[in-house]
Structures are given as C-alpha cells and as structure tokens.
C-alpha cells in the first residue's frame, strides 16, 4: 500500500546507485535541518559514480570502535539519501521509506537503540559519502553506494552487507526509437549520462565493444537529466536499472497521470554490475561485523521461517533458531558485546529480508504484491529461490 499511497509523487530526485538529493539537507531523528543545504542544493545526480581519488585515514587499531562510540552517545549517525524511492526516501509528511532505511533500523535495533527516536539521518551525497564517513559525520554509511575495488582499497572504506544487487540500464524514448527493446537496437542514441561518472564510463566501454555509436548529452544532476529526457534532448537516459525503473514510474505519474507525452521502454541489458553494500571506516571491524550480521541475520531469518510475526514462538530446542534468537555470536566489543536478544529486536523492529524489501518495494502485505521492482527471478532473491541473497552460516 505504500507504492500506490506514493502514486501521485513526481520523481524528481536521482534514484541511482551515486545519486544525490538535492531538496533535502537532513541531519535528522525526527525533522529536517538545514546543515547541509549549501552542499546538497543542486546535487540529484541520475548516476554520480565520482571516483573519489583521495585517501582517507584509516581507522587504526588503537582507535575506539564505533560502536562503542556510539552506545556511549546513544545516537546512532545514519548517512543515507531521500530520493530514491524503494531504497532511501524522504516523503513530504517527514517519513522515510526503503531498503537502505530498513536496514539503519535494523542495525539500531540490534546495538539497543531504538530506531524511532535514536537514529540520527544525515543526507550522504554521492560526492561527500567517504568525506562523511572518514570525518565521523556518519557511523555506517547505507545508500546506495556500489562496493567497488578503488573505494575499498583507496577510500579506506570497509563494505558490509550488500542489501541489494544492481546494474546499469537504459531507458529509451521509444517514440525515437520504434520498437527498441535492447541496447543493440539504438545505434546512434542520443544518450542522458552524468558527468564524471561510472556510468559515463559503463556505457562507453558497453557502445564501443559492440560497435555502436551514440552522442552523450551530460547532465550535472538527475534533475537536468530528466528535463533533457523530457524534451527529447536525448532519447535515452541511463542509469541504475533500479534508477531507471523508479524515473520511468515517476515520469508515467506526471502532468496527473498522462504522462510525459511519449512512450517508454527499459532495455533488456544489464550493461554492468551495481552490489550496492553498506559501507563503515576501515579496520573498524568490530562494528563492520555487526552491520555485517545484521543483514546476515534477516537473510537467515527468512531461511529458517522466522519473521516480526513469530520470532516470539519458535522451537528453540532447535539449534539454529536458538542461535539465531538467543546468542550475540560474539558480535560486539569487550565493552559492548550485544545483547544474547539482538536478533530478536531486529525482528521486532524490521522483520526479515522478505518483510523489508515488501514494506521497500512493494505495498507491505506480505504477498509481494503491486511491486515497483519484483524480487522473484532477480539477483536479488535468496539463494534458496536461485538468487544471490545468501547469508554464512550463523553458529
């Protein structure tokens, strides 16, 4: 019921895996501030895969963990988007919805706090996430950010659980291109691309290696991107396929459901590869362990049946569901080892991987139902139902 309540709102935000949001500047619990509007006032980025190429200190061995900080503070620094609807939205009544921010409360609820009033949101952009994170603005960053070598190596950023499978597609005007449905089919595209991005990269390597040809119209930001696609300055946009999925909605909601005047497709291809992974300061491991096993722990949840409905009844003369429900695993620091419960409140709190990507993506009855982006037949699937969605073992 949330997709359809969200029907009626114009995507004007970036929904990419580096997209940033411009019209909102919260550093937040519960209302938006304007700490950071000077930074995020013109940044949506459709695909801002900047390539950060400074360094940042690691955290070191002698340093305090994260998590301890935080528990002495008794606020846990969030750094998300707004934009993105189905992983990091901000609604207009100051609600948030998504992936991303189901997986924020996850993680609060597991370290104690309580994910209503002890999460402190901060708008992470696609040019200063890293800055945020080395900076200790944010604890975790969760927004989707893709986990790639560069910024696992240079940005001393060390990546945690992925909580979504990506990649990049293409979505065409196919009023400019008749009968388009792959990427085969739009040899000399005028192509929306961001500047100085992966994308930009992505889609050049994908035109030369199969001998197409394109014209590149740059757009600083998703808002210049989408206004270049709606007049027909170029007759594609690319972006993460999830990006493209969720503009292609917002564009069909326009001018009170007649739409942006002409047809569109999404192309077959997935031109590359997008695991979107929440991300903490490096040789933070104490902390990055239990981000990590927090996501571990709803996937294994949904393995083993268990969800915010009858997490409270299980058999736990059951190995596995005893661990699950009744061990911190020695997740935790000497100082704060979590609680033998954690798993428990993450449940009571955000359920399992199944409950939070229905609530996320679809309209939350369990059914995965009226879904903007179905999980069944996807990467993002568990294992067990031929998807990449696979937890170790917890024992």
């Known amino acids: 019921m949330l997709m359809l309540m969200m029907a009626s709102v114009a995507f004007t935000g970036c929904v990419s895996d580096d997209s940033d949001d411009a019209t909102d500047t919260t550093t937040d619990t519960t209302e938006e501030t304007t700490e950071e509007t000077t930074e995020e006032t ?15 200190d690691p955290v070191g061995a002698d340093t305090q963990s994260t998590l301890d900080a935080v528990i002495a503070a008794g606020e ?17 009544d100051g609600s948030r919805s998504g992936l991303d ?39 975790v960053l969760i927004r989707t950010t893709t986990w790639t070598t560069s910024r696992d190596a240079d940005l001393n950023a060390d990546f945690a659980g992925i909580n979504f499978y990506d990649g990049q597609g293409m979505l065409v005007n196919t009023d400019s291109h008749p009968g388009a449905t792959s990427v085969m089919d739009l040899d000399g595209a005028t192509v929306c691309v961001g ?12 035109f030369q290696v199969n001998s197409l040809t394109y014209t590149a119209v740059n757009s600083a930001d998703a808002a210049a991107a989408k206004a270049s696609f709606t007049d ?48 903490t300061r490096d040789n933070d ?18 393995e083993l049946g268990v969800d915010s409905t009858n997490y409270a009844s299980q058999n736990l003369s059951n190995p596995a569901y005893n661990r699950l429900l009744n061990s911190s695993l020695g ?36 059914s995965f139902e009226n879904c903007l982006l179905e999980r069944a037949g996807t990467k993002n699937a568990p294992y067990w139902e031929g998807g990449l969605q696979y937890a170790p073992p917890m024992r």
């Open 42 to 56: 013109t940044e949506e980025e459709t695909e801002e895969e900047t390539e950060e190429e400074e360094t940042v």
């Open 76 to 92: 846990m620094k969030c750094g998300v988007k707004t934009s993105q609807f189905g992983m990091g939205y901000l609604a207009d």
């Open 101 to 139: 921010i189901e997986y924020c409360r996850a993680v609060a609820a597991a370290i104690g706090l309580d994910p209503d009033t002890e999460i402190t949101y901060v708008l992470a952009t696609g040019s200063n996430r890293f800055d945020l994170l080395a900076a200790g603005d944010i604890d």
């Open 195 to 206: 500047i100085g991005t992966t994308t930009e990269g992505n889609l050049a390597d994908y």
């Open 232 to 279: 027909q300055s170029c007759t594609a946009w690319t972006g993460d396929m999830s990006a493209m999925v969720a503009q292609k909605w917002g564009l069909e909601q326009s001018n009170d459901g007649a739409g942006p005047g002409f047809s569109m497709a999404i192309m077959s291809e997935t031109m590359s590869k997008e695991p979107l992974a929440a991300a």
């Open 285 to 302: 491991d104490d902390w990055n362990d239990v981000v990590t096993w927090v996501w571990y722990g709803m996937l294994t949840a949904e």
């Open 331 to 366: 997740l935790g620091t000497e100082t704060n080892p979590l609680n033998e419960t954690w798993m428990q409140h993450v449940l009571a709190t955000t359920g399992n991987y199944a409950e939070a990507y229905d609530r996320s993506f679809c309209d939350g009855t369990g």
